[in-house]
């Protein structure tokens, strides 16, 4: 039972970072500086985002609602102890939404649209900083349970190189996302979108290595127990493998097959960072962690939990696949 | 900076207090406004009317805006919940997790649907396209009633047993089928109804009366009018069994709201009145004999627990939950008033717009549904304290240690701030660019 639950989070989780990453990463694109027209760069981001940008932010909430709902210890941690990132990420969260409601829904197209977009753009690079600002602490694990000092407690793991670096890094790994998914679906422009795609690419292999460095530098043996477990590095490497049939689907315009590859990418990405750390969540320096099957609810919550999720999805499901249908005849025109 | 304990308290109830109802209005808005849009669609449908598609197309402009804002500000109370009350999620979110997940579901579909009616002009079948903005109003009614359980949840804590500090044996199903659940959820529901039926009356009538698109404001108005006769006029039956359901299950809150210190048989109703708690008196009120006990427990002669009968320490503050729960009475009683005449005007068979009193005192109680809302919601949670979970667990109890709540406090405040002018500005927009330019949209 607890596993499902997991599965599920980890399935809403995944989805967040996909479709909200690239929604994110779109974000940050639109005020990039680039040969592409601000106008039609506005324009496609517009088209391909408008319709489910709602949705796609929900899977977060469903991963905030599992979260305290079958795993309580672990969203109190969470809590309590990333209280300022998350804080920060909320604060960037709301701007970001309101910015785009009102640069997509005021009727009048004027100096306004400009600040719109800046507000736009600037709360997506803070909300990618903070998200990967998470992951690396969390993948860094430098808090002790038993610290009661206000700095060991709300600052210290994730106020340190480790963290910070990951958090640039993601921030180029979600423009990388959205820049695959936008070139794929540019109708115009395209060579200019492949350009943008290709030196995104090369500055995220850039930060890539610089992360991995200073988390070498920082903390080897953390940085060990991720990567050198036999199952992350298969991972990592099929994420590289993949980048050729990526390029090819994206050159061929073969938009479902980009997008099912660029899944399976991160997909390979989130699991080398947390197959090593299941079946805990929280692994801390000292060795003390919490446990997904240690940390879940009573049987009782998790069944009335289990119910909810496959109800839910049996609704879900079949809306948004006809949301995503009448979606794509909106990009298509 | 804060230092001590009291002090970071407040400023988490204040943030929670401006996140709650700056939300509660996106909310409200989000419930009841699809319903009119799928109302003006229809008529579009059925008569082939061009100033209901036009009316349809506004609307769903503001519901985009507004249910975008409720979308990332309700977001925002979901990582509140957890920054700033840890404890209280950890002990009540395996309890009132299902609820929230259901609630989840019923946003999603909303969300869904609503993506589906905004992208799905002459993509999809007219009347697949109605269903979906139908369905945006069902989702949006249904998570608000599914929230609601979570809410009556903490001022009627059910479905658990509590030993040594921990809450065991869960049954969530208790836990959100509560004994408040009902009375909660239709006062809110139709409070929503009213609210924002009112609202939209306000504005039309006020463009009506200005001359600006006549037909296109007589529309709104017809539609809008039955939901709100029908609302205002059920509202003081739901406030009645509301109220005797609080004087069942929370005295104390009870008799803070009408500020009555000892307890009484034939207690008088007061109106108005500011609370003396030092001398445990109310100045300037008017008493009604024997009202009070008859609307606590529908026998003229019963008693009713007083605040003396309770420890000064779970008192709440009484001062506010009696002024905002006469503001609430008052502003419901006001719209229930312009209900009646509505209704009489209808009776006689006169359109609502040959009275150009009406319409003005649509106009003048257009906000008053919104302001009763928001003093509602205050009587709910300040009455509710000192506990978050009542008789179970106090607010302090369930506060983060996290420093600089202060900050934090006036960080949100500026951004809502902020976020309320520039809606007020975008919507004022979207009635410039639709009625009072001269080229019209």
Wanted: hydrophobic fraction near 55%; proline fraction near 5%.
């Amino acid at each position: 039972m607890t596993e499902f639950i997991v599965f599920i989070l980890a399935v809403a989780l995944f989805l967040y970072a996909l479709l909200a990453g690239a929604d994110f990463g779109a974000g940050i694109i639109e005020i990039l500086p680039s040969k592409i027209p601000t106008n039609d760069k506005t324009v496609l981001i517009g088209k391909a985002m408008g319709p489910v940008w709602e949705s796609n932010h929900i899977w977060l909430i469903l991963a905030l609602v599992i979260s305290f709902n079958a795993f309580p210890g672990i969203f109190w941690f969470i809590s309590e102890w990333f209280h300022f990132p998350f804080g920060a990420l909320a604060f960037g969260i709301i701007f970001r939404g309101a910015s785009f409601t009102f640069l997509h829904y005021d009727p009048i197209k004027d100096g306004s649209q400009k600040i719109y977009h800046w507000i736009f753009g600037l709360s997506s690079v803070w909300c990618t900083f903070w998200l990967g600002l998470i992951v690396g602490s969390l993948m860094l694990g430098n808090f002790s349970l038993s610290d009661t000092g206000i700095f060991e407690r709300y600052f210290k793991h994730w106020l340190n190189p480790v963290a910070i670096s990951m958090g640039f890094f993601v921030t180029f790994l979600m423009m990388f996302n959205a820049a695959l998914f936008l070139t794929a679906e540019a109708k115009v422009h395209r060579p200019l979108w492949r350009s943008l795609t290709l030196k995104i690419f090369i500055v995220l292999i850039l930060s890539g290595l610089i992360t991995h460095g200073i988390f070498l530098a920082y903390a080897i043996d953390r940085w060990k127990f991720f990567f050198m477990n036999p199952v992350s590095i298969v991972l990592i490497v099929f994420s590289f493998l993949f980048l050729m049939p990526q390029i090819y689907t994206i050159d061929r315009s073969l938009r479902n097959s980009s997008r099912f590859i660029a899944g399976l990418q991160l997909i390979c990405i989130m699991g080398a960072g947390f197959y090593p750390l299941y079946p805990n969540f929280i692994l801390t320096q000292d060795a003390t962690s919490i446990s997904f099957l240690e940390a879940s609810a009573e049987p009782a919550v998790l069944r009335a939990l289990i119910y909810a999720l496959v109800v839910g999805l049996l609704l879900i499901l079949p809306g948004y696949y006809f949301l995503m249908k009448i979606f794509k005849s909106n990009i298509d025109e | 900076m804060i230092n001590s304990a009291m002090d970071s308290l407040l400023a988490a109830r204040l943030q929670m207090a401006f996140s709650l109802g700056f939300h509660i209005i996106f909310a409200v808005i989000g419930m009841v406004m699809p319903v009119f849009m799928s109302a003006s669609y229809w008529h579009y449908l059925k008569k082939k009317n061009p100033d209901a598609l036009e009316l349809t197309k506004l609307w769903m402009k503001g519901v985009a805006i507004f249910f975008a804002v409720g979308a990332v500000s309700g977001t925002l109370l979901s990582f509140e919940l957890g920054l700033l009350w840890p404890e209280f999620m950890k002990h009540a979110g395996p309890i009132v997790g299902m609820p929230f997940s259901w609630e989840g579901t019923a946003f999603f579909l909303e969300a869904i649907a609503l993506g589906i009616f905004l992208y799905g002009f002459e993509r999809i079948s007219p009347w697949k396209h109605w269903f979906a903005s139908f369905m945006v109003g069902v989702a949006g009614v249904t998570s608000g009633i599914f929230v609601m359980a979570v809410n009556s949840w903490m001022n009627a804590p059910q479905g658990f047993d509590f030993e040594n500090g921990v809450f065991k044996n869960i049954d969530p199903f208790a836990a959100m089928f509560n004994d408040a659940w009902f009375s909660q959820s239709h006062h809110m529901t139709i409070a929503a109804f009213t609210s924002v039926s009112a609202g939209v009356l306000g504005i039309h009538s006020f463009l009506y009366l200005l001359g600006r698109r006549k037909n296109l404001n007589l529309l709104a108005i017809k539609i809008a009018a039955p939901f709100f006769i029908i609302s205002a006029l059920l509202q003081p039956l739901s406030g009645d069994l509301a109220a005797k359901d609080v004087a069942k299950r929370q005295p104390i809150k009870f008799a803070a709201m009408e500020s009555l210190f000892e307890t009484t048989r034939s207690a008088p109703l007061v109106l108005g009145g500011i609370p003396n708690v030092e001398n445990e008196r109310v100045d300037y009120a008017i008493h009604i004999p024997k009202i009070l006990s008859y609307l606590a427990h529908g026998d003229l002669n019963s008693e009713v627990k007083g605040l003396n009968d309770f420890p000064k320490e779970h008192w709440p503050p009484v001062a506010i939950v009696h002024v905002a729960f006469q503001i609430m009475v008052f502003c419901g009683s006001l719209l229930a008033l312009a209900a009646v005449l509505a209704l009489l005007t209808i009776i006689r068979k006169k359109s609502l717009a040959s009275n150009p009193w009406l319409l003005k005192l649509f106009v003048l109680v257009s906000p008053l549904g919104i302001v009763a809302i928001e003093a509602g919601w205050t009587v709910t949670e300040v009455g509710r304290q000192p506990w978050i979970i009542y008789g179970f667990m106090k607010t302090k109890d369930a506060l983060t240690n996290a420093p600089a709540l202060q900050l934090t406090f006036y960080t949100y405040l500026f951004l809502y701030l902020f976020l309320m002018v520039v809606v007020c500005w975008l919507f004022y927009r979207l009635i410039l660019v639709h009625f009072l330019k001269k080229d019209g949209p």
